[in-house]
């Protein structure tokens, strides 16, 4: 698929799309619940529940580093057969700085690669390209790792997001965004109605995350702040 096509895509279903939802859990199966745990612990993962029910039904719950979404994992509550999960996606900021953390933390990570005409395989090595993407490019650069059972990963550099994906959470995008949220915020206020400023910056800068364009982001913010006003008893 063409970077073009994504793009269309990408807007065709931002358009399309009505209600917000959000991808929660991923399900991991596992053989070894304690051994799972101890692997994703050894990552830095963050343990949220670990539930047990006599000997036979467990489930734990752990979030990567920085990631809206969470893994599941146990015994007893999903019939798939360990190791089955193949090729789910971590992004990452830095591929090369990605790797050697996990590599420090004795985890066997492939070197970094990249794919024979953009073919995106998830499963074996077949496509495989040693190397970063020679046109250094966000979202064609990757690493791979597995857990004890098999289950695969896919480590996938993202530099600068496509359009209607929203933006990267590091330090120097946050930055822009809040120079173009105090600009457009600007430009607004002069004939807006009495609010606060946060009531404006919250909506716009949660738009734009969620891949809205800066005038459609402007819009919903404004929005936002009569909203606010309607909420306000007279």
């Known amino acids: 698929m063409s970077t ?14 009505t209600t917000d939802l959000k991808l929660e859990v991923v399900v991991i199966p596992v053989s070894d619940v304690d051994r799972a745990r101890r692997f994703y612990e050894s990552l830095g993962w963050r343990l949220d529940a670990d539930f047990a029910s006599g000997d036979d039904w467990r489930l734990v719950q752990m979030t990567p580093p920085g990631s809206p979404c969470s ?23 830095d591929l ?15 070197e ?10 998830v499963a074996g090595t077949k496509g495989r ?3 970063p993407d020679p046109d250094g ?23 600068t ?11 120097a995008t946050l930055t822009e965004l809040l120079r173009e949220t105090e600009e457009r915020h600007g430009g607004y206020e002069p004939t807006a109605p009495k609010h606060h400023w946060s ?7 949660v738009a734009r995350e969620r891949g809205r364009t800066p005038d459609d982001a402007a819009t919903e913010a404004a929005l936002n702040v009569e909203r606010s006003r309607d909420r306000v008893p007279g």
């Not at 073009?4 to 799309?17: D, G, P, S």
């Not at 997001?161 to 330090?171: C, F, I």
């Not at 009531?199 to 800068?205: L, Q, R, S, T, V």
């Open 112 to 121: 970094v690669f990249h794919f024979d005409g953009n073919l995106l395989r």
């Open 4 to 17: 073009q096509a994504i793009h269309e895509v990408a807007t065709r279903t931002r358009t399309a799309a």
């Open 199 to 205: 009531e404006w910056y919250a909506a716009y800068i």
């Open 137 to 159: 490019r966000s979202y064609f650069s990757f690493a791979s790792f597995s857990d004890p059972d098999g289950n695969s990963w896919l480590l996938q550099e993202v530099k």
């Open 71 to 93: 893994v599941m994992f146990g015994k007893g509550f999903t019939p798939a057969a360990p190791g089955s999960v193949q090729g789910t996606f971590l992004v990452v900021d």
């Open 96 to 110: 090369e700085a990605a790797r050697a953390t996990l590599v420090g933390q004795g985890v066997d990570v492939s």
């Open 161 to 171: 997001r496509l359009p209607g994906r929203g933006l990267s959470s590091d330090v």
């Open 129 to 131: 390209v040693p190397g």
